[in-house]
């Protein structure tokens, strides 16, 4: 048997997403703001070089040496990352900074370029003299600049290791306090009696827990009304059931009592009919039972009705004959129409089994298949005392008979034909028959 799935929590869930969602924009901004941030600290720095070499060229009207760069002070701890030479010709060295190397910072004479010196990447900043005397180049490590960048990434990031912790727990405070209507509405359910089948109170509950509570509503009503059914069905099945068991123990009874043998054979004769009047109530009620809803829709075809009302006479015409009853199936073409063809066929077989057993003997029952605008229509028609206009409304309900009737019966045939008719979008109506005598059951297929 496959185990259900675990349960999950849906605060656990909701914290985790939405944890994770901050802390991706959050990672995503970063990584943004790093890279914009080392494109405009590049920029700065570049200007700074290029300040720098503009502010030594502007003092190269008097002589190189007298300009001590050996002995500038460090103002700043990344001051000795940048360096500084001043090259006549662009080939002697004629001045340097302390931390200056020995060859030309780059080979290049204007503007910005990149160098490797001793292993070190270098960013360098090359500018001439109006005159083209003396070539100024200012170099800084990338090492300062990878520096800064680095440091920028930590504060960016470092508060997330402290807001994640705190969005954590104010989010799990706001979603335990947004879930409790869904505790307590699973308390209210937890607590009911089974047989508690009213609706649920939907006090103060937030909009997206209202759609719930009322759809739960709606099912307790449609349980309630299901429930209520079957309980009205259970006695009367019970009760139809008892007066044929409590006729067939008198008769038995009578049986057993007499002495005259013609007395013990019509015991026995109603002791027989009444266990066939039983037996027609119990597979009248299993019938009515095993009609499952979706059983139409799963197991629809192309039916004939006419073909399925001819074989439905052929069944029943024994009866008919037993009673004394005529039974005619009208000419006429194919009546095709969609649905289940066994319950069709229960369907006809009860409408023609009330037929014969309410007509009298020498009576006429009659059975048409036809097709019309709006689909086919099964038509049947007897002879019998019929059902007053009043009363015609109340003919589907289960376990109802006329009153005043003779003929014995479990009240269901009508109930089943409904019901298959409801399941298979059909419409039911009682007419009288044909020259205004007896009763005309008819059953409308939609196209």
């Not at 800064?148 to 994640?164: E, Q, T």
């Not at 937030?206 to 307790?220: C, T, Y």
């Amino acid at each position: 048997m496959k185990q259900p799935a675990p349960a999950y929590s849906l605060k656990r869930r909701l914290l985790a997403a939405l944890l994770a969602s901050i802390a991706f924009v959050w990672l995503a901004t970063a990584v943004f703001s790093y890279f914009d941030a080392q494109h405009e600290l590049d920029e700065l720095l570049d200007a700074h070089l290029a300040q720098s070499a503009s502010l030594l060229l502007a003092q190269t009207g008097g002589e190189p040496e007298e300009i001590d760069t050996e002995h500038m002070p460090q103002l700043h701890k990344r001051a000795r990352n940048v360096a500084i030479q001043m090259w006549e010709h662009g080939a002697t060295l004629r001045l340097h900074s302390a931390n200056a190397p020995a060859g030309r910072l780059s080979r290049q004479d204007e503007g910005f370029s990149d160098a490797v010196i001793g292993g070190e990447r270098w960013r360098v900043f090359s500018a001439w003299d109006e005159a083209r005397r003396y070539l100024v180049q200012v170099g800084e490590r990338y090492e300062t600049r990878d520096e800064i960048a680095a440091s920028l990434a930590k504060n960016l990031l470092l508060p997330l290791l402290f807001a994640l912790p705190l969005l954590g727990g104010l989010v799990w405070l706001n979603v335990a306090r947004g879930l409790r209507p869904l505790a307590a509405l699973g308390r209210q359910v937890a607590e009911r009696d089974p047989g508690n089948l009213g609706s649920l109170d939907a006090g103060a509950v937030p909009a997206e827990v209202l759609p719930l509570i009322e759809n739960l509503n709606r099912l307790f009503g449609r349980v309630a009304q299901l429930i209520d059914s079957e309980r009205r069905f259970t006695a009367d099945a019970a009760h139809e059931l008892r007066t044929p068991l409590a006729g067939l123990k008198t008769q038995a009874q009578v049986a057993r009592a007499s002495l005259d043998d013609a007395e013990r054979r019509h015991a026995l004769d109603k002791v027989i009919a009444g266990c066939d009047r039983a037996s027609h109530l119990v597979q009248q009620l299993l019938t009515l039972a095993r009609l499952d809803p979706e059983e139409p829709a799963s197991r629809a075809q192309p039916c004939d009705l006419r073909e399925l009302a001819r074989t439905a006479v052929a069944e029943l015409a024994p009866f008919a004959l037993s009673k004394q009853v005529e039974i005619e199936l009208a000419e006429g073409a194919a009546a095709a129409t969609t649905g289940h063809a066994g319950l069709i066929a229960i369907l006809l077989r009860n409408l023609i089994d009330n037929a014969i057993r309410y007509s009298p003997a020498g009576g006429s029952v009659r059975v048409r298949a036809q097709n019309g605008e709006d689909g086919a229509t099964l038509t049947v028609s007897d002879q019998g005392p019929g059902i007053p206009a009043a009363e015609r409304d109340k003919v589907g309900q289960r376990f109802y008979r006329i009153l005043g009737t003779e003929e014995y019966g479990s009240g269901l045939g009508l109930s089943i034909v409904k019901r298959i008719a409801e399941l298979h979008g059909a419409s039911l109506s009682l007419a009288e028959g044909d020259e205004g005598k007896g009763l005309a059951v008819r059953v409308s297929f939609r196209v």
